[in-house]
T-cell receptor, first 110, second 114 residues
Framework: AQRVTQPEKLLSVFKGAPVELKCNYS??????LFWYVQYSRQRLQLLLR??SRESIKGFTADLNKGETSFHLKKPFAQEEDSAMYYC????????????FGSGTRLSIRP | GAGVSQSPSNKVTEKGKDVELRCDPI?????LYWYRQSLGQGLEFLIY????????KSGLPSDRFSAERTGGSVSTLTIQRTQQEDSAVYLC????????????FGQGTRLTVV
């Protein structure tokens, strides 16, 4: 079965330090991977998707099919990055549902 | 256009009562999801509707939980005989469905069972 694993429930780093939020998935085919973010008192929303190969708010994520990982990275954390981050997987199927990981709460210390 | 709308935004109910939570997805979105988010916790999948297919109910925690989606649009999540552990934020999301589409989330309904 398809699964998304985020091993860290909480990650706390100092402002200006690098950030890496880990995500591993299990699926033998070619999935599409996403990162979603939920800031305090806001809706859960899409941050980025791997197919776009874009950097959003300084965050990037590279799909590593060999390691089945899609870690989210930012070189210099900012206080406004504090939020809940969810990794998600969607399959290339007409009836595909989006599968979310359990989430990682990122806390940036001043 | 409008995003995903959920009502009510807050609901306080007494233990043992039934509650209904409503979700209005984005027009034209064929896929609809319900999730539960307990205080400080991550997303817990409840149920998934995709077009006319049978819903994926694999996440419903007990038979007190049920959901309907009428006419492929509005969805109602019903919790019967509510318990205190049902207290959480219930999130609805919709997407166009199909390969790799983005999910759009509502603001959620905060349910408190007293």
């Amino acid at each position: 079965a398809q699964r998304v694993t985020q091993p860290e429930k909480l990650l706390s780093v100092f402002k200006g330090a690098p950030v890496e939020l880990k995500c591993n998935y299990s699926y033998s085919g070619s999935p599409e991977l996403f990162w979603y973010v939920q800031y305090s008192r806001q809706r859960l929303q899409l941050l980025l998707r791997h197919i776009s190969r874009e950097s959003i708010k300084g965050f990037t994520a590279d799909l590593n099919k060999g390691e089945t990982s899609f870690h989210l990275k930012k070189p210099f954390a900012q206080e406004e990055d504090s939020a809940m981050y969810y990794c998600a997987l969607s399959l290339y199927s007409s009836a595909s549902k989006i599968i979310f990981g359990s989430g990682t709460r990122l806390s940036i210390r001043p | 256009g409008a995003g995903v709308s959920q009502s009510p935004s807050n609901k306080v109910t007494e233990k043992g009562k039934d509650v209904e939570l409503r979700c209005d997805p984005i027009s034209g979105h064929t896929a609809l999801y319900w999730y539960r988010q307990s205080l400080g916790q991550g997303l817990e999948f409840l149920i998934y509707f995709q077009g006319n297919s049978a819903p994926d109910k694999s996440g419903l925690p007990s038979d007190r939980f049920s959901a309907e989606r009428t006419g492929g649009s509005v969805s109602t999540l019903t919790i019967q005989r509510t318990q205190q552990e049902d207290s959480a934020v219930y999130l609805c999301a919709s997407s166009r469905g199909g390969a790799g589409t983005e999910a759009f989330f509502g603001q959620g309904t905060r349910l408190t069972v007293v």
